[in-house]
């Protein structure tokens, strides 16, 4: 016991790793980082590249969509896992701006590296990102340059939604913020603080072309009906939870028949039943039957006998959806329903698109709204349904604070410049910090400039020189060879608080890294690790 490894090892069980110091640890930490930002830089703004990613399944993503990656590439490294989960959190309060928290993250850790190299002590570096960051928060607010105040009009909407889509897809951005601002219009409740992003679907069509898609005021199922019956005008619903199906017993029998009448009269019983059933739901006035689960086929005969609509819904999410969108609640008991739990549609027919039926629901005040999006190929569709999800996001944000900044990188250049400024005046070593923090902030118009095709650094030195004058909307313009446009003009906006979030977690990210000096790694549990590609060890 005591004739064992010396020093930190002797501590650990065998197989245990330990690193410390700045060169081991935090260095180490850091360069990983850095390999996780240099992967989602260059997706950054609307020429930003997409990225081909097979994950363990074998599926296939073609995607600019940062959540997407980070999520697909499972990360391992511990540190960087750091970044992911401050990506993760800012998707999860935001929906949008997790490219600038992972880049963003990457930036601070590198300048932080050059600090650390010119001997500057880890705990110097930490005070002045936090001397850094409560002044840019501060100074955020003073650069609002517009505010969204009716949440119910459709030009406003577009207008917050179309820099979140345009930075994902360039050139939908016309269509697709039109579409999202219609849905959002259509479901926002009395109080636009309890818009849920739920409320806004997206059913995807292969086929046809973007200028096709269309937004129902209700829900659009990709699959017909069950019956005969393919269309009902302001019809009372029931939603059935179980299926419409009479139970069989628990236990097998024998049934023996000893002559023609007796398999005639076989299933007399049920079919009575089954049509004191369905006799029952025609007289409480129900029209359309939603079923969750299966629909016998006696069942099926007696519906159309009665001329009452049937649907299978095989998702009980769904299910959930389509009660909120019709107003019915729903049944768990095989019976007529009573009337506060039948709900109303407006119209309810089956649709062909592009060769697939679909049944097509409206409501009146619905509470959801679908939208049936159409384009050639599943990974296209994929991609635009990420940039419709960002843009309902950007919705439900703004219902809570209608704010927003200049985007383009203005907002970033804005703050850089009056950090510098700030930096100047701080005491101590801090100060170096404060101004590394401003150099970082250069990541965002930097990477946009680069992905446009410019020089970046003439583009930060045209920035700066516009700040300088007081322009403080000046953003990179990537559609022309100007280098310089008016953001604010422009309509290229990004919202206050999810840029004040990103920052907010990409910092609390980078101080827990800056933090770490030392790595203790136990041995990996379970035993020695199978042959290759999933195949039997060797006898």
């Known amino acids: 016991m005591f004739n064992q490894r010396s020093g930190f090892q002797s501590l650990l069980k065998d197989g245990g790793k330990h690193f410390s110091g700045v060169d081991e640890a935090l260095i180490k930490n850091i360069e990983a980082c850095k390999n996780l930002a240099q992967i989602t830089k260059t997706s950054l703004g609307p020429y930003g590249m997409n990225k ?43 929906g949008d ?31 002045g990102y936090e001397l850094a960051i409560d002044k840019a928060l501060e100074s955020l607010e003073k650069l609002v340059c517009w505010t969204c105040d009716d949440l119910k009009s459709t030009e406003q909407l577009t207008k917050c939604v179309q820099t979140a889509i345009a930075s994902k897809e360039l050139g939908t951005e016309t269509v697709l913020s039109k579409l999202v601002a219609e849905a ?41 009906t069950s019956g005969m019956v393919q269309s009902k005008e302001k019809a ?61 086929d006696i069942a099926l005969h007696y519906m159309n006998k009665y001329k009452i609509m049937a649907l299978k819904i095989s998702s009980k999410f769904e299910l959930r959806r389509i009660c909120r969108t019709v107003g019915a609640t729903s049944i768990i008991r095989t019976g007529p329903p009573i009337p506060e739990e039948c709900g109303y549609v407006e119209s309810i027919k089956v649709e062909e698109i592009s060769s697939q039926k679909f049944s097509i629901i409206k409501t009146r005040d619905s509470k959801i709204s679908t939208i049936v999006l159409r384009s050639a190929t599943p990974n296209v569709l994929d991609e635009l349904e990420r940039a419709i999800d960002n843009a309902v996001h950007v919705v439900r944000c703004t219902a809570l604070s209608g704010k927003f900044l200049p985007g383009g990188g203005a907002t970033e250049i804005e703050l850089s410049h009056q950090l510098q400024q700030f930096g100047a005046t701080v005491p101590g070593l801090e100060q170096y910090a404060v101004l590394k ?34 322009e403080k909307t000046a953003g990179v313009d990537v559609e022309s060879s100007s280098l310089v ?46 042959g290759g590609d999933g195949q039997r060890d060797a006898d």
């Open 437 to 470: 923090f401003a150099e970082a902030l250069e990541v965002a118009p930097k990477i946009l400039a680069e992905n446009a095709g410019h020089s970046h650094v003439d583009a930060i030195t045209a920035l700066y020189a516009a700040h300088e004058k007081g």
């Open 52 to 94: 081909l990613i097979i994950n363990h399944l074998g599926k296939h993503f073609v995607t600019s969509d940062t959540n997407t990656m980070i999520t697909e590439l499972e990360v391992m490294h511990p540190a960087a896992k750091l970044i992911v989960m401050a990506a993760k959190a800012q998707e999860q309060e935001c």
């Open 184 to 224: 959002c219009v259509n479901c926002m409740p009395p109080t636009p603080s309890k818009f849920d992003t739920d409320s806004v679907r997206v059913t995807k069509v292969q086929g046809g072309y973007l200028s096709q898609s269309f937004v129902v005021e209700g829900m659009a199922i990709a699959r017909p």
């Open 97 to 127: 701006a997790t490219n600038l928290v992972v880049s963003l993250g990457g930036e601070l850790l590198q300048r932080a590296e050059e600090l650390l190299k010119e001997g500057i002590h880890a705990n110097d570096v930490y005070k």
């Open 485 to 530: 446009c008016d953001a604010a003009e422009k309509g290229i906006l990004d919202h206050a608080k999810t840029k004040e979030w990103a920052i907010r977690f990409t910092l609390d990210a980078v101080l827990t890294v800056l933090k770490v000096d030392q790595i203790i790694m136990a041995k990996q549990a379970g035993g020695p690790k199978g």
């Open 236 to 296: 009372k619903v029931a939603v059935y939870a179980e299926g419409i199906d009479l139970g069989s017993t628990e236990t097998k029998g024998t049934v023996l028949l000893e002559n023609a009448d007796q398999l005639m009269n076989f299933t007399k019983g049920e079919e009575q039943k089954m049509e004191e059933f369905i006799r029952g739901v025609r007289d409480a006035g129900v029209e359309v039957v939603i079923s969750g689960g299966s629909i016998s």
